[in-house]
């Protein structure tokens, strides 16, 4: 079996297979040998377990991953790599590579086809150019798994798991707490990664909640309503929403009003219950204001 984490074989690796990384895929690969094991660890990977991988590299996740679950699905983007993967995965029957781009496939289908009748996680040390779009698709898709869990970019990780209300908060921390329960786990120096980026990295894990921490009556206009309160955080929520939504602003105001927050509250004072009972009441302030008109 290879010793993936230890940088002469990796600089083997690479150079028998001509391999360059390449910046715009975000490759920058793990080399200290104690990141991934606990990686794997922490993802639940287990037997009974199927894990998606995203963005495999080399395979030095991928093989901890199938030490320990019943199954890994990882899907790789860059067609280069295939062969480095054939080589030092090949002793793994649990293990798939699917080559494509992860915010192109049907990943449900993926994993009804290859993890049935297990429980599945997502295990992945992202390529950074694509860590909220593939964090928000694979929530926002409802993608049938139980824990997200994902080497970020340190501030990402931050934002990511802000408490919602306080300032290091934005919209990407409430949408993902309206899905996940957010954690940071242990910090990555830039050092661990070959090559090393200009970035300390952390690991995070997000708990799929079973169902919504709060009730809406419109889950769209809430995340519309969320997007406009922290887009300009200057700005006060009422002129936020008012312009991003196209709403009056007295129509916004009563519903603040409605939630008992001021007519200059900005994004700090909103947490995810006062940010859903605002969308929800500018919902019945709109329908109301609507049927009065007609
Ligand atoms: N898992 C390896 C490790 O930890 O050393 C590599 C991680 S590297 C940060 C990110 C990996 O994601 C690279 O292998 C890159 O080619 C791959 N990748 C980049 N964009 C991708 C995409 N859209 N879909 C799937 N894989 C992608």
């Known amino acids: 079996m290879n010793n993936l984490s230890d940088i002469g074989t990796i600089r ?13 895929l975000g490759q920058n690969f793990i080399i ?24 495999p590299g080399i395979g030095v996740l991928t093989e901890q991953l199938a030490q320990r679950a019943e199954k890994v699905v990882a899907v790789e983007l860059d067609e280069r790599l295939l062969p480095v993967l054939d080589e030092t995965l090949g002793s793994f029957d649990n293990v798939r590579v699917i080559h494509g781009d992860v915010l192109r496939l049907d990943l449900a289908k ?4 290859n993890f049935f009748g297990l429980k599945a996680a997502v295990c992945a040390n992202l390529p950074y150019y694509i860590t909220s779009p593939v964090i928000m698709a694979l929530l926002e898709s409802r993608l049938p798994v139980e824990s997200i869990t994902v080497m970020v970019q340190k501030e990402a990780a931050d934002r990511l798991c802000a408490a919602v209300g306080s300032r290091d908060a934005g919209a990407v921390t409430v949408a993902v707490n309206y899905y996940a329960e957010a954690e940071k786990l242990f910090d990555v120096p830039a050092g661990s990664f070959l090559p090393a980026p200009k970035v300390n990295s952390s690991v995070i894990r997000l708990t799929v909640r079973p169902a919504p ?3 809406l009556t419109d889950e769209a206009l809430f995340f519309r309503v969320v997007k406009a309160v922290f887009a300009q955080r ?6 936020s929403v008012s312009a ?4 009056p602003k007295s129509v916004v105001t009563a519903a603040l009003s409605a939630i008992g927050q001021p007519e200059n509250a900005r994004a700090e004072r909103f947490g995810l219950e006062q940010l859903a009972a605002f969308a929800n009441r500018l ?9 009065a008109e007609a």
Do not use: W, Y
């Open 12 to 24: 083997d690796l690479l150079a028998r297979h001509g391999f360059r990384f390449s910046k715009s």
């Open 234 to 239: 200057r700005k006060t929520a009422a002129n």
């Open 283 to 291: 919902k019945a302030e709109t329908e109301s204001g609507a049927k």
């Open 32 to 55: 200290d040998p104690t990141v991934c094991p606990r990686m794997a660890e922490e993802c639940g990977a287990g037997q009974g377990v199927g894990v998606l991988e995203i963005g």
């Open 110 to 113: 993926i994993l009804e086809e």
């Open 244 to 247: 991003g939504l196209g709403v």
């Open 213 to 215: 921490p709060v009730q």
